[in-house]
């Protein structure tokens, strides 16, 4: 059974730092693309960043490209998502998700993250 | 980037009825290869995303036949029938075509 779970979320001041963490299982990881989806309450899905299955290629939306950091380890079949200078739009539940033929079909439980004072 | 405009915003329907859900994409989502990425997801209330439709019509594991998807090019349909309690929340679709990839804004099915 495929899994996603995440971590890492939680409350963090404006221009602060924060690393969210995906633990994947029931698949072998270091065959697909992986990615990051966003909603902020009560709105609707915002595709974040990507990365190819070796990570030599990732990809970004503008909001957040030079901020955000997308990586993975293939050897601990996990994800990231390095969130750097963050603001309040950021403010979201941060959803883990395998990209395989230009769909994403498997998405972890999500983890919040609020950016506030 | 390519704008996904989804009608109807929120759709009602009784029990056992049929609806559509249009999906029209600001450009084409063939792909070079030919392939047109274009998805259907469903999120139940306080649950995540769940992909339904990927590739236009083409059904995900464990996916009710009630669901089908069509349209091509820039111009995409939803339909379900025969709807169950189970369906209802919130039916985005998605891009994956080309980057950024993107969603339309949603249609809520609600019970009549």
């Known amino acids: 059974e495929v899994q996603l779970v995440e971590s890492g979320g939680g409350l963090v001041q404006p221009g602060r730092s924060l690393k969210l963490s995906c633990a994947a299982s029931g698949f072998t990881f270091s065959n697909y693309y992986m990615a990051w989806v966003r909603q902020a309450p009560t709105k609707g899905l915002e595709w974040v960043a990507s990365i190819t299955n070796s990570g030599g290629s990732t990809y970004y939306r503008d909001s957040v490209k030079g901020r955000f950091t997308i990586s993975r380890d293939n050897a601990k079949s996990t994800l990231y998502l390095q969130m750097d200078s963050l603001r309040s739009e950021d403010t979201a539940t941060y959803y883990c998700?395998?990209?395989?033929?230009?769909?994403?079909?498997?998405w972890g439980q999500g983890v919040m993250v609020t950016v506030s004072s | 980037d390519v704008v996904m405009t989804q009608t109807p915003v929120s759709l009602s329907v009784s029990l056992g009825g049929q609806v559509s859900i249009s999906c029209r994409s600001s450009?084409?989502?063939?792909?070079?290869?030919?392939?047109?990425?274009l998805s259907w997801y469903l999120q139940k209330p306080g649950q995540s995303p769940q992909l339904l439709i990927y590739?236009?019509?083409n059904r995900f594991s464990g996916i009710s036949d009630r669901f089908s998807g069509s349209g091509s090019g820039t111009d995409f349909t939803l339909k379900i029938s025969r709807v169950e309690p189970d369906d209802l929340g919130v039916y985005y679709c998605?891009?994956?075509?080309?980057?950024?990839?993107?969603f339309g804004a949603g249609t809520k099915l609600e019970l009549k």
């Open positions: 998605g891009q994956g075509t080309q980057y950024p990839h993107t």
């Open positions: 590739k236009v019509s």
């Open positions: 998700t395998r990209g395989a033929g230009g769909r994403l079909d498997y």
């Open positions: 450009q084409s989502l063939v792909h070079n290869n030919g392939n047109t990425y």
